[in-house]
Nanobody, 124 residues
């Protein structure tokens, strides 16, 4: 059974850091594009960052560029999102997602599989 499980969410102060992890089971991470999406309360879900299967190409939401870093360890079947200089606007539920294709590296792909999400709250 294909499954994505996020961890690492929690409470952080503005300017602080959190590291999210997403571990896959039931399939090999190396075969798919991996992404992070987020949804703030009352807002639509938005793409945060994606990384291709080799890790050689990444894409970021403009508002997180320079603060967030996506990475993957295919040997561990795990993807990460290092979030630094957190802002209150980063608060939301963060979802790990896997996509089978990525046609435009300048945009976010449509996800085929989703995790359950992990809550991130940034407040002083």
């Amino acid at each position: 059974q294909l499954k994505l499980v996020e961890s690492g969410g929690g409470l952080a102060q503005p300017g602080g850091s959190l590291r999210l992890s997403c571990t896959a089971s039931g399939f090999a991470l190396v075969d798919v594009i991996m992404c992070w999406f987020r949804q703030a309360q009352g807002k639509e879900r938005e793409g945060v960052s994606c990384i291709n299967s080799s890790g050689g190409s990444t894409h970021y939401l403009d508002s997180v560029k320079g603060r967030f870093t996506i990475s993957r360890d295919n040997a561990k079947n795990t993807m990460y999102l290092q979030m630094n200089s957190l802002e209150s606007e980063d608060t939301g539920v963060y979802y790990c997602a896997a996509a089978l294709g990525w046609g435009d590296y300048g945009d976010f792909p449509d996800a085929d599989y989703w995790g359950q999400g992990t809550q991130v709250v940034v407040r002083s």
